[in-house]
């Protein structure tokens, strides 16, 4: 498996413009989870998701954020309109739970700067 | 709210040295406890993954250890390379399944 894909990898728009973000889950994989990485937050879940379907997105900052999975091999990040402090790396992890809790798998992130 | 602090947050040591990093949680109702490791400018890798009922688990140079009741785990590498130079993330998961990740540590392994 080529593990979890995310596009683009980096990405630098201007404030107010909307931004798409994109992950492929490891196929298989029942839960898909939204991070956000930034120097003075650390890693903060955003939003996850199990068989498709929403199941907390408490850690979503606010309005401006959304996200879905339209099926099981892919989901959206979309942030509009963008502002500057949106600016991080933004990570999608997916893992299989088959009863007990199972180690996630994360891609490569996307470099988003917000000008 | 579960709490994870991880110290020390940077660690530079030479080649050879075996080294511990710490993780500590405030509150002990988990499910699991993982270790991550995250090179610069990629994603976290999953080292080791210990479920609540664990105390340890191991791979190669690694060994991960858990105590739930103290809410605290280390991570021990024996016998540092160079090439181990990452930032080491500690994540705990508890039953709402949401984990909640440490700052991680900056560990520098210089030659």
């Known amino acids: 498996d080529a593990g979890v894909i995310q596009s683009p990898r980096h990405e630098v728009t201007e404030m107010g413009q909307e931004v798409t973000l994109r992950c492929k889950p490891i196929?298989?994989?029942?839960?898909l989870f939204w991070y956000r990485q930034t120097m003075m937050r650390g890693l903060e879940l955003l939003i996850y998701f199990n068989n498709n379907v929403p199941i907390d997105d408490s850690g979503m900052p606010e309005d401006r954020f959304s996200a879905k999975m339209p099926n099981a091999s892919f989901s959206t990040l979309k942030i509009q309109p963008s502002e500057p402090r949106d600016s991080a790396v933004y990570f999608c992890?997916?893992?299989?739970?088959?009863?007990?809790?199972?180690?996630?798998?994360f891609g490569p992130g996307t470099r988003l700067l917000v000008l | 709210k579960q709490e994870v602090t991880q110290i020390p947050a940077a660690l530079s040591v030479p080649e050879g040295e075996n080294l511990v990093l710490n993780c500590s949680f405030t509150d002990s109702a988990i499910y699991n406890l993982q270790w991550f490791r995250q090179d610069p400018g990629k994603g976290l890798t999953s080292l080791l993954l210990i479920q609540s009922s664990q105390r340890e688990q191991t791979s190669g140079r690694l060994n991960a250890s858990l105590d739930k009741s103290s809410g605290r785990s280390t991570l021990y590498i024996a016998a540092s390379q160079p090439g181990d130079s990452a930032t080491y993330l500690c994540a705990v998961s508890g039953g709402s399944y949401i984990p909640t990740f440490g700052r991680g540590t900056s560990l520098i392994v210089h030659p």
């Open positions: 196929s298989g994989h029942d839960y």
């Open positions: 992890a997916s893992s299989l739970s088959q009863g007990v809790v199972e180690t996630q798998y």
